[in-house]
């Protein structure tokens, strides 16, 4: 089956700009998260939906933003970009299923949208 | 609050065997995870251990003790292939996950 699609794999803003960036779970799957990933960094944690809900939502100023579609796809946007916005942004889905369990702990990552603030 | 310690950086030799350790402070402690990323790479999962134990995937190797919040990823025979950063991952009662920093594997040959 398809795995996780995100879209566009590479772009380059400039600060003050905006951007969205969509991700395409594999089908079935509910849950949706988001990260954020610098040079040497590790996986900083945006938000995850669930059915269409923002279940979590990591430390992040209110110009990043997410939402959920019915078919579960997904979109993040950030506002009024700045330098250090410049990351590679991950799109992860599970086949959570509103209960924990070990589904819900697999997460397939797509490969990424890189962005890039001038 | 919620933290994971990892080291940031393993040297190993090929063929030879490799731990990493993951130590965890947080609430609702629900299971822990093991991924894979490669330079440029997207992160890959390896394994997940809820109870007590090791779980056991080929060369790969994790276990988890949840009365000394500790697990580590063990991986045999080494090979150049597995030189990556690898990730422990905290899920929590509330569905969110805690990651660490990451550790990044260097296998010399």
């Known amino acids: 089956k398809a795995g996780v699609t995100q879209t566009p794999r590479y772009l380059i803003k400039t600060r003050g700009q905006q951007v969205t960036l969509s991700c395409s779970p594999i089908s079935g799957h509910r849950s949706v998260s988001w990260y954020q990933q610098t040079p040497g960094q590790g996986l900083q944690f945006l938000f995850e939906?669930?059915?269409?809900?923002?279940?979590n939502k990591g430390n992040f100023p209110g110009r990043f933003s997410g939402r959920q579609f019915s078919n579960s796809r997904s979109e993040m946007n950030v506002s009024t970009l700045e330098l250090g916005d410049s990351a590679l942004y991950l799109c992860a889905s599970s086949s959570a299923s509103g209960r924990q369990g070990s589904g819900a702990n697999v997460l397939t990552f797509g490969a990424g949208s890189r962005l890039t603030v001038l | 609050g919620q933290s994971l310690e990892q080291p940031s950086e393993v040297t190993a030799v090929e063929g030879a065997i490799v731990q990493i350790n993951c130590t965890y402070q947080?609430?609702?402690?629900?299971?822990l995870s093991w991924y894979q990323q490669h330079d440029g790479g997207a992160p890959t999962f390896l394994s997940y251990?809820?109870l007590d134990g090791l779980e056991e995937t080929g060369r790969f190797s994790s276990f988890l003790s949840r009365s000394d919040s500790y697990g580590y990823l063990l991986l045999q025979e080494l090979q150049m292939k597995d030189s990556a950063s690898y990730f422990c991952a905290v899920s929590r009662s509330n569905y969110q996950l805690i990651w660490g920093a990451g550790t990044k594997l260097i296998i010399k040959p």
């Open positions: 947080t609430s609702g402690f629900y299971g």
């Open positions: 251990n809820a």
């Open positions: 939906y669930f059915s269409e809900t923002q279940r």
